[in-house]
């Protein structure tokens, strides 16, 4: 009797670790997760009157351009330890690791003269404690939303690892009802929505614009010559 009860033991052994075999290889998934990448990404310095009010600007553009992707979780101004204006010395990496920013950016604003900026930024890791990028973008003061875009780019494609989209522009047709007249106007703008401006004069029908492979120019179709023009 006891020789059957060890035979039938063993055989409920077997089974139940043939089972736990298949469960543990019964594998589903149904969703991927991912998580905001902590950054801070304190305000940019400047020297001059002129350079701290680019500086506030461009930082906000920023911001703007990187909140607006749901990829990344900012740590507050609040919860900074070191202050600001060492940063361009060395970053503190513990202080920015104890307040959870794993990625560190900062930068400044340099009047280059003859109308033009200097937009200078680091990207540091502080879990590695070292700098994974550094750039300088130089641009006519009156396009310095467009500097901005390119830096908010540049930190995106390192963190990110795909190309960014801040630094891009959209073209389309607007379309404006007014009883039965219905005017239609080639317009562009940046992907944010600013520098709006309209292309045509709205006196002809016009659809299907395209921006050439170069960037340089568009393409779209005007019904008042029956034939594509490029703008």
Same mark, same amino acid.
């Given at each position: 009797?006891?020789?059957?009860?060890?035979?039938?033991? !063993?055989?409920?052994?077997?089974?139940?670790?043939? #089972?736990?075999?298949?469960?543990?290889?019964?594998?589903?998934? #149904?969703?991927? #997760?991912?998580?905001?990448? @902590? *950054?801070?990404?304190?305000?940019?310095?400047?020297?001059?009157?002129?350079?701290?009010?680019?500086?506030?600007?461009?930082?906000?553009?920023?911001?703007?351009? +990187?909140?607006?992707?749901?990829?990344?979780?900012?740590? @507050?101004? &609040?919860?900074?330890?070191?202050?600001?204006?060492?940063?361009?010395?060395? @970053?503190?990496?513990?202080?920015?690791?104890?307040?959870?920013?794993?990625?560190?950016? &900062?930068? =400044?604003?340099?009047?280059? &003269?003859?109308?033009?900026?200097?937009?200078?930024?680091?990207?540091?890791?502080?879990?590695?404690?070292?700098? *994974?990028?550094?750039?300088?973008?130089?641009?006519?003061?009156?396009?310095?939303?467009?500097?901005?875009? =390119?830096?908010?780019?540049?930190?995106?494609?390192?963190?990110?690892?795909?190309?960014? $989209? !801040?630094?891009?522009?959209?073209?389309?047709?607007?379309?404006?009802?007014?009883?039965?007249?219905?005017?239609?106007?080639?317009?562009?703008?940046?992907?944010?929505?600013?520098?709006?401006?309209?292309?045509?004069?709205?006196?002809?029908?016009?659809? &299907?614009?395209? !921006?050439?492979?170069?960037?340089?120019?568009?393409? !779209? +179709?005007? $019904?008042?010559?029956? =034939?594509?023009?490029? $703008?």
């Amino acid at each position: 009797m006891t020789r059957i009860f060890k035979q039938a033991f !063993f055989v409920f052994l077997c089974f139940s670790s043939c #089972t736990m075999a298949r469960a543990a290889l019964d594998i589903k998934i #149904t969703k991927g #997760t991912l998580a905001p990448i @902590p *950054i801070a990404i304190p305000p940019l310095e400047g020297e001059s009157s002129f350079e701290k009010k680019m500086a506030q600007q461009i930082h906000e553009i920023i911001l703007q351009d +990187l909140k607006s992707c749901g990829l990344f979780q900012f740590i @507050p101004e &609040s919860a900074y330890i070191q202050k600001i204006e060492t940063l361009q010395q060395s @970053p503190h990496y513990s202080e920015w690791r104890l307040i959870k920013a794993d990625n560190l950016v &900062s930068g =400044k604003v340099i009047d280059a &003269s003859s109308g033009q900026l200097r937009v200078e930024f680091r990207v540091f890791d502080t879990i590695r404690e070292l700098q *994974i990028e550094g750039k300088a973008y130089v641009g006519r003061e009156d396009d310095w939303r467009r500097v901005a875009h =390119k830096v908010a780019d540049a930190i995106y494609k390192r963190l990110i690892g795909d190309d960014g $989209y !801040f630094d891009t522009q959209i073209v389309y047709v607007s379309r404006e009802q007014k009883g039965k007249k219905r005017t239609e106007r080639l317009a562009i703008m940046d992907q944010d929505g600013a520098n709006h401006r309209f292309l045509t004069d709205g006196k002809n029908l016009v659809m &299907s614009p395209r !921006f050439s492979p170069d960037l340089k120019h568009i393409a !779209f +179709l005007d $019904y008042a010559h029956n =034939k594509p023009r490029v $703008y």
